[in-house]
């Protein structure tokens, strides 16, 4: 159906507060994913780490009725020794017959500056659109590898998703990256220990084809020893969590194990908009990956 000049104009833009949160997070339960309570919506919004977040993202209003919503996030990073601020751009939903006005949300968030911005979970008609407007692609070759109950070595390795010991084990930048995402919704934490040796990993359980069934891994601080212990952490993650796969992109470790498959050009697309940022200056931490699971 046409839209006409006049009922375009009634539909406002205007930015997310936290007054407005709870009718955002009813909107996206209803309109874009369901099997997310509204309740785990409204607390994606609220990030672990310390942020001065302008707003929650942007939606759009007609009348008293919310019709359109694009969430965010924001953070600022030490990328090569310089303070530098990022706004990863989350859900983004339009009821149809408002997508005319789809592009002005993601144009607020744009307009917005000094950011470099992220999209990690596009779909496949924002995709051209984040194209359109300047976006890049991040390399997201995946290897997946079956979890299986490999034979462990008693004494030899430590795998542990105990809180305290992972406190009591990091240090400086490792550890204040671990805090800044223990309360993260989606981030699950790993301890892997060997030989005087450590790596802390965060991964998320993931939905693939209707099934929670993978391990996606979103960040390795040692990746020697993360390759190292790939078996040890199978076992683990099918063991102790039911996971039977795990998914490594190679933008966060180059890891192929035995029994793996490479997927070259994952359907889960990643991209990325920055005027002085390499892709290899990109990581999937402080985003909506680590506090929404859908």
């Known amino acids: 159906m046409a839209l006409t000049t006049a009922s375009r104009t009634r539909v406002a833009l205007r930015p997310i507060t936290r007054t407005d949160v709870p009718a955002a997070a009813t909107f996206l339960h209803e309109h874009l994913n369901s099997r997310v309570p509204t309740a785990a919506w409204a607390r994606a919004t609220e990030v672990p780490w310390t942020a ?7 939606m759009l209003v007609e009348g008293d009725a919310i019709v359109g919503v694009h969430l965010a996030y924001y953070s600022e990073r030490e990328i090569a020794g310089r303070a530098e601020r990022f706004c990863d751009l989350g859900a983004f939903c339009v009821l149809p017959e408002h997508r005319f006005h789809a592009l002005r949300l993601l144009k607020a968030l744009l307009a917005q500056d000094g950011y470099h911005f992220t999209d990690l979970s596009p779909s496949g ?4 659109l984040n194209t359109r407007l300047g976006f890049r692609f991040l390399d997201n070759t995946t290897t997946v590898t079956p979890n299986l109950p490999w034979p462990s070595r008693p004494g030899r390795d430590t795998i542990s998703a105990d809180a305290a010991l992972i406190e009591r084990t990091l240090r ?15 981030a699950r934490h790993v301890l892997l220990m060997r030989g005087g040796e450590h790596c802390h990993v965060i991964y998320r359980r993931d939905r693939r084809k209707g099934v929670t069934l993978f391990a996606s891994v ?8 993360f390759r190292a212990m790939a078996r040890p952490l199978a076992r683990h993650l099918l063991l102790r969590h039911g996971l039977p796969v795990m998914l490594v992109e190679h933008a966060v470790v180059e890891h192929r194990p035995r029994l793996s498959r490479t997927i070259a050009d994952s359907a889960r697309k990643k991209m990325f908009r920055s005027p002085s940022l390499k892709p290899a200056e990109i990581d999937y931490l402080y985003t909506e990956l680590v506090c929404l699971s859908w």
């Open 52 to 58: 001065d977040s302008p707003n929650a993202g942007f």
């Open 125 to 128: 008609s924002v995709v051209g």
């Open 172 to 186: 400086g930048a490792d550890l204040r990256r671990y805090r800044d995402h223990a309360g993260a919704p989606a």
């Open 218 to 225: 979103i960040y390795v601080s040692n990746p020697e020893l």
